[in-house]
């Protein structure tokens, strides 16, 4: 029960209204005065005749002029009304005490951190925010600052402020502070046209595993340097798109992005679009400059540089030790400032330990890697990829969104996806074409059958030890595949392996084609 009391400023009016609560045994459980003249009494409830006994005396107090009945304490309302306003923002606000521990959470906050606000409560922001320290903000120069973020892979702006107290010596002192985290992008989660590799940011990388966070977040950290770096991953799992990411996060963000595929030119032709040629040389009067001239400032992206010919490797080297080169045809030497990011479907480490790539070339460009999982390893990803392609082909198409068959994620996870990301975007179009009415299901995807190397296997020889077992096995499947992919390269590329290395077991194996 609380009550409010409206009175005059008498000295001893405050002992007399506790001596009554006193007579009647009931307990005070806080007081509130207000210099116009109220106080304000919390008490336990109590039955209805002591409640009417106890407000006719406290109206016979000389001064008293009324008494009545409040639902909350001033201090209780604002206090509500405070967390109420905190809960309704729609950005995360914590509130954080002088030793760095969470006192205040909105619910904006616990949703961002996925904990439960009894956990958040009194947990060290350092624990919540690693990147962040208070203790040296605290310590330093305590002002209002701003700080870039990132939070399971996203983008955020982070600013805190001191909270000062002002005392009745009208002196300040530093109380708390607060933290606010907004959302570094306002844009939508996905543009409906945008396509699988475009030229966008981070914030259009779809995922909710956490392969796929880790991946975005090194990225993001990988992408401010400026050493060179290599993306390892399957075809179609967005090579490139994360290239492209990377340099719009960076400094070189104003620059060109330009690209080279190492896998689809000839050797004279690919030097001649990487470094360039002098006057006269191929017949032009006027020379031509390279991609890397042309990428001053920028970045150059090196599509399945495991592809790339001997010799462009050792040109490729030198450029990268200095930031050197001839343009093909002259004499004196061009230094320009790029980035170089390559890729490569292949492990490169077995394409240097078998010859087929330059070992010094590999130790250059193995010092940042990026490795994109394939689709069948994250597959907790397919849900909100066929959501995004399903919002960019309905547009596209000008059709309404259909809604899924309860088994659809569950039938799309469970296919192996060798063509990844591109696969599934191509095969979502290809089911929103023959949809008709209904949901949409698996049977429109129409998911071509992998070999499957188990059944018509002759079983297993178990005789020896783990690795005569293991080589068996893998003859038996390598036996099998070779006869649908009836070459070595084209068994490489089906397996994701270098060329070299199934060569290699082919013969061991003394594999032929049947």
Request: a negative charge; aromatic letters at 8%.
């Amino acid at each position: 029960m609380r009550l409010e009391v409206f009175c005059e400023d008498r000295l001893g009016l405050t002992r007399e209204l506790l001596d009554i609560l006193a007579s009647k045994s009931i307990d005070l459980r806080g007081i509130e005065i207000d210099v116009s003249g109220i106080i304000y009494l919390n008490c336990p409830d109590i039955d209805f005749d002591t409640f009417s006994e106890l407000m006719t005396e406290i109206r016979r107090i000389a001064g008293v002029k009324d008494v009545r009945k409040i639902q909350f304490m001033p201090i209780e309302r604002h206090n509500t009304e405070l967390i109420s306003l905190l809960n309704n923002l729609p950005d995360p606000v914590l509130a954080i005490d002088l030793k760095g521990h969470v006192d205040l959470a909105n619910h904006a906050a616990v949703d961002l951190f996925k904990q439960a606000d009894a956990d958040i409560i009194g947990q060290q922001i350092s624990s919540l925010l690693p990147s962040f320290d208070f203790s040296h903000w605290f310590e330093g120069n305590i002002t209002r600052q701003r700080e870039n973020i990132v939070i399971d892979g996203l983008d955020y702006a982070m600013e805190i402020m001191p909270v000062y107290i002002t005392g009745e010596s009208n002196e300040s002192s530093l109380a708390s502070a607060v933290m606010i985290i907004r959302s570094g992008s306002n844009k939508p989660q996905f543009d409906d046209s945008l396509p699988l590799n475009n030229n966008l940011g981070f914030e259009y990388f779809v995922g909710v595993s956490n392969r796929h966070k880790a991946l975005i977040s090194q990225a993001k950290k990988l992408s401010m340097l400026d050493q060179p770096l290599l993306i390892e991953g399957e075809t179609g799992t967005g090579k490139e798109m994360l290239a492209r990411a990377c340099h719009n996060r960076s400094s070189r963000a104003a620059a060109s992005f330009l690209i080279l595929s190492c896998a689809s030119m000839p050797d004279d032709v690919a030097e001649t679009e990487l470094f360039g040629h002098a006057p006269g040389s191929f017949n032009h009067e006027q020379g031509h400059k390279g991609i890397f001239e042309q990428a001053n400032g920028g970045t150059v992206f090196l599509d399945e540089i495991g592809e790339m010919s001997a010799h462009l490797q050792i040109k490729l080297l030198r450029f990268l030790q200095d930031g050197t080169f001839r343009r093909v045809g002259e004499e004196h030497e061009v230094h320009v400032d790029v980035r170089v990011i390559a890729s490569t479907r292949h492990k490169l480490a077995e394409l240097a330990e078998s010859g087929a790539f330059r070992e010094d070339l590999f130790y250059r460009l193995n010092v940042l890697t990026l490795r994109i999982p394939p689709l069948r390893e994250r597959t907790n990803d397919i849900g909100p990829l066929l959501e995004l392609f399903v919002a960019k082909y309905v547009s596209q198409l000008g059709m309404s969104k259909p809604e899924f068959a309860d088994e659809l994620v569950d039938g799309l996870s469970n296919y192996q996806w060798p063509g990844n990301m591109r696969q599934l975007d191509n095969m979502v179009l290809r089911a929103l074409t023959e949809w008709q009415d209904g949901r949409l299901d698996a049977s429109l995807f129409h998911l071509p059958q992998l070999e499957n190397v188990s059944s018509g296997l002759p079983n297993v020889n178990l005789d020896g030890s783990l690795d005569e077992i293991m080589k068996e096995y893998e003859s038996q499947v390598l036996e099998r595949l070779y006869q649908s992919f009836p070459s070595s390269r084209k068994l490489a590329k089906r397996l994701n392996v270098s060329h070299t290395s199934i060569a290699n077991k082919l013969r061991d194996y003394s594999i032929r084609k049947s």
